[in-house]
């Protein structure tokens, strides 16, 4: 099997098709891509793409990566209930959305966009590696239903003092990282964060927080 896109032939092997840095601007001039039924991998990644559309048909796909492309809006994704790692990362995303369907989702990639707010990932229940680096939020909430989350990259920029730590910019006592398992040193600017204990803290917050022994944070924005 293959796909063709401005005269060049490019084979699909084992399931896997890699169309990374080929110039692409529409996924639908790729030729033969629909018929691509038991297409498992497919990499767009590095292409000049704007528009997700022209792979609803793709229903196998389990790994999906749209990394550095020209993106603006997640769609045309809702057939693709068998995705288990969708890269979306170097994009012009403003917003999550598009994605309510997608329950089988292990693995989101959501760094260097325009994200101005955590939201629209309530369904992705078995989500276990966020990373949403690099995006121009400063609340952190929505993620109280991820409760299979392992690994969380938020990459806020970090600043560390005697009177606590800011993370972009929201004050955090030094006490609330040791309660989080937030590994942390002067020189690195990526906490690492136990994201069970970080989804545990919003949810005491949002519903038990007088009793929440976490509830003294109370300048940390979650909701």
Known sequence: MSVTYKGKRFKVKKNRLNLRGKGIDKITDIGGLNELTDLEVLNLSKNNITEIDGIEKLKKLKILKLNKNKIEKIEGLENLTNLEELWLNYNKIHKIEGLNLLINLRKLVLSANLIHEIEGLDNLINLISLDIDNNPFHEIKGL?????????????????????????????????????????????????INAQKFVEYCLHKKENWKDSPYAKWYDFKFY
Do not use: C, Q, W
């Not at 730590?165 to 690492?192: C, H, N, Q, W, Y």
């Open 144 to 192: 109280e239903r991820l409760s299979n989350l392992k690994d969380l990259n938020l990459g806020f920029y970090v600043t560390i003092s005697h009177f606590g730590v800011k993370i972009g910019t929201t004050r955090i006592p030094k006490e609330m990282f040791e309660a989080l398992d937030m590994k942390i040193k002067a020189s690195e600017s990526f906490p690492r």
